[in-house]
């Protein structure tokens, strides 16, 4: 027993060595993409903002070109991409699959409110039927109310909730079983920097993006010994969206917003390539460095010298 446990102490650092040497090579080296020609992926608020921006990145790294028309007769089993959009707005949801239909993809749409659990496991049922397996989840719809915690309204307090932390559970709930059976799956969650850094004036954003990083860290570690399933988490900083405008901090030019193409682009890149964490930009990971270094006092000084202790003052965001 002593002898085993001596040779775990001596690997385990060998171990640690290899792992980062080969992400430092990573870097420079970026492993072989995922091959997206052939899965079927599901993005939830797909009809807009950044949902609309991933069905179209995804559309066009892995597009399969059918005929026009042929769309309602493409069945499961059939080779090429399918896309499938959740969302609360049928307009918006319609548009979007019109688009991504005439980048040649085949697209279908679903109304569900991925707050409601029962509506989302009745939606995942339909979807099954329709057009079968979902290979890739990707959990993006949210909302914001942008009010302090005394100036919220309570049933408001409890959307933000539903919609962005508890319908990832059902979401995952509804599709990850088929996935560990096919030893084939990705899970993504479209998530926020705030989840790590919270503001003032976004109390209810705030604790659900953080307990949705919580569930994705979990989630990701307990598919450790699950072989072809995996995770990623996305952590932006604010992006150019009708979700968050008006949204101001004090140095514009230092920290422009992001552009949700761009949030869009390098999450598909971050799925391809089997990626378990994603922080855009780059930079923020000093911010979590700061966190974890500075005293309090410093930390809320960089809250006013940035802005971001202020920056909901102007918010006039879609809730």
């Known amino acids: 027993m002593v002898w085993k446990w001596l040779g775990a102490l001596v690997v385990f650092p060998l171990q640690m060595i290899y792992l980062v040497t080969k992400a430092a090579v990573g870097l420079v080296l970026p492993p072989k993409l995922r091959d997206l020609s052939r899965e079927s992926v599901l993005i939830t608020g797909g009809g ?39 969302g609360r707005t049928e307009k918006c949801l319609k548009e979007t699959t019109e688009e991504i ?35 890739i989840l990707v959990n993006n719809a949210a909302v914001v109310h942008g009010k302090s915690l005394m100036d919220s309204d309570d049933d408001a307090l409890l959307k933000s909730q539903h919609v962005n932390t508890l319908g990832q559970f059902w979401t995952t709930k509804a599709f990850l079983p088929r996935m560990l059976e096919l030893q084939n799956g990705h899970i993504v969650c479209l998530n926020s920097v705030l989840a790590l850094s919270a503001i003032p004036g976004a109390i209810d954003y705030c604790t659900s993006k953080a307990s949705a990083f919580a569930f994705m860290e979990s989630l990701t570690l307990g598919l450790l010994d699950c072989p072809g399933v ?19 901090v004090r140095f514009p030019n230092l920290f422009p917003p992001l552009k949700p193409e761009t949030v869009a682009r390098r999450t598909v890149e971050a799925v391809q390539q ?21 005293p309090q006092a410093a930390l809320e000084e960089i809250h006013r010298f940035s802005g971001t202790y202020t920056c909901m003052n102007t918010f006039k965001g879609r809730t």
């Open 274 to 294: 089997n990626q378990a964490l994603l922080l855009l930009p780059w930079t923020m990971n000093i911010l979590i460095i700061l966190k974890s270094i500075l």
């Open 48 to 86: 807009r903002g950044i949902g609309r921006h991933l069905a179209r990145e995804f559309a066009e790294r892995g597009a399969r070109k059918v005929p026009h028309g042929a769309m309602s007769v493409a069945r499961v089993g059939a080779p090429g991409l399918q896309i499938i959009l959740w």
């Open 230 to 248: 995996s995770a990623t988490t996305v952590l932006p900083f604010h992006t150019s969206t009708e979700m968050f405008q008006g949204m101001r």
């Open 101 to 135: 239909r005439q980048m040649g993809t085949e697209c279908h749409y679903f109304i569900c409110d991925v707050g409601n659990r029962e509506e989302v496991y009745q939606m995942a049922k339909a979807v099954r039927e329709k057009v079968g397996d979902i290979t």
